[in-house]
C-alpha cells in the first residue's frame, strides 16, 4: 500500500503540474528538454501505480485462497521484490525509449 501511496503521490507531485500548465495554456510552456523527461515520469508512475494494484490483487488473491499457506508463502522479503519489480518495469518501460 505504501508503494501505491507513493506512485499516486508523484503522479500529483510530479506530473499533474506540468499537465496543468499545458492544459492552462494550450501549449508546452516549460524547457523543450524537460517534456520528454516529464512525458517519461507520467508514464513510470501511471504504471507505477497500476502495477501496484495488480500486486495487491495478487496479494489478495494468495490469502483468500489459501490463507494458511498464506504466511509461508508471502514473506517480506517476496514482498520487497515484488515491489521493487513493479518499480523496476514501470521505470524501463517508460525511460528506455526516451
Known amino acids: 500500500l505504501v508503494s501505491l501511496f507513493m506512485s499516486d503521490l508523484m503522479v500529483g507531485l510530479v506530473v499533474m503540474p506540468p ?6 495554456y494550450g ?7 524537460f517534456c520528454s523527461l516529464w512525458a517519461s515520469f507520467d508514464v513510470m508512475c501511471c504504471s507505477a501505480s ?8 495478487l496479494d ?3 490469502l483468500i485462497t489459501s490463507p494458511l499457506r498464506y504466511k509461508l508463502r508471502m514473506t517480506s522479503c517476496r514482498a520487497l521484490a515484488l ?3 513493479t518499480w523496476t518495469l514501470a521505470g524501463l518501460a517508460s525511460f528506455l525509449p526516451i
Do not use: T
Open 19 to 24: 499537465a496543468m500548465l499545458n492544459q492552462l
Open 27 to 33: 501549449r508546452w510552456v516549460l524547457r523543450g528538454d
Open 50 to 57: 497500476i502495477l501496484n494494484l495488480c500486486v495487491i490483487s
Open 60 to 62: 489478495r488473491y494468495l
Open 83 to 85: 515491489i521493487l519489480a
